[in-house]
């Protein structure tokens, strides 16, 4: 789907739909509006150009071994966001052909997470992130692969720092599920 569509068909549907479920009207007709439902969106696990990252090694660790599949490797990027400055008008960048990157800011109703995590959010337009972070001058992305047979002595260490599930992603029983991969 491309950016336009999902901007002009696809953001005013979800909306509306939300409205009826949340009892209240969802509005994403100004910049700060838009901004935060894509974070709202994006905190839910719906898809959204926006992309989390953590500024702990540690963490960015923990996500690559999660979910890896038997055989795969982890790999862990990192890359200087700093180099990257807050756009005013991103949103409205992302409907350029030009693939545009930039540091974004939203809404984020778990803020202890997100400082657990040390999590910063980029959003960007392009269809293929890592190549096109790979050739973009100021970023410098660097690439680590891990073998998955070191999956679960990594996890097991992770653990070890109160690197878990804890700092997974958003679910009511976080702490629980953490003690059940503990214990069981």
């Known amino acids: 789907?491309?950016?336009?569509?999902?901007?002009?068909e696809l953001l005013p549907e979800v909306a509306e739909q939300a409205s009826f479920y949340e009892k209240t009207l969802v509005k994403i007709s100004g910049p700060r509006e838009l901004s935060d439902y894509l974070g709202k969106l994006h905190y839910?696990?719906?898809?959204?150009?926006?992309?989390?990252?953590?500024?702990?090694?540690?963490?960015?660790?923990?996500?690559?071994?999660?979910d890896l599949a038997e055989g795969d490797h982890a790999r862990v990027y990192a890359l200087r966001y700093g180099s990257w400055t807050r756009h005013p008008?991103?949103?409205?960048?992302l409907?350029?052909?030009?693939?545009?990157?930039?540091?974004?800011?939203?809404?984020d109703p778990d803020r202890m997470r997100l400082m657990r995590e040390l999590r910063v959010s980029i959003?960007?337009?392009?269809?293929e992130l890592v190549p096109f972070l790979g050739n973009h001058s100021e970023t410098r992305l660097l690439t680590a692969e891990i073998p998955g047979s070191e999956r679960e002595k990594a996890l097991s260490e992770l653990a070890a720092m109160g690197i878990d599930q804890v700092v997974g992603p958003p679910n009511e029983n976080r702490?629980?599920?953490?003690?059940?991969?503990?214990?069981f």
């Not at 959003?123 to 269809?127: G, L, V």
């Open 1 to 8: 789907m491309s950016l336009s569509r999902y901007f002009d």
């Open 44 to 66: 839910y696990g719906f898809p959204t150009p926006i992309l989390s990252w953590s500024l702990s090694p540690y963490v960015a660790a923990y996500y690559a071994f999660r």
């Open 89 to 93: 008008s991103i949103i409205e960048s």
């Open 95 to 107: 409907r350029e052909p030009d693939p545009v990157i930039a540091a974004f800011g939203c809404y």
């Open 123 to 127: 959003i960007s337009n392009a269809s």
């Open 175 to 183: 702490v629980y599920t953490a003690l059940k991969a503990t214990f």
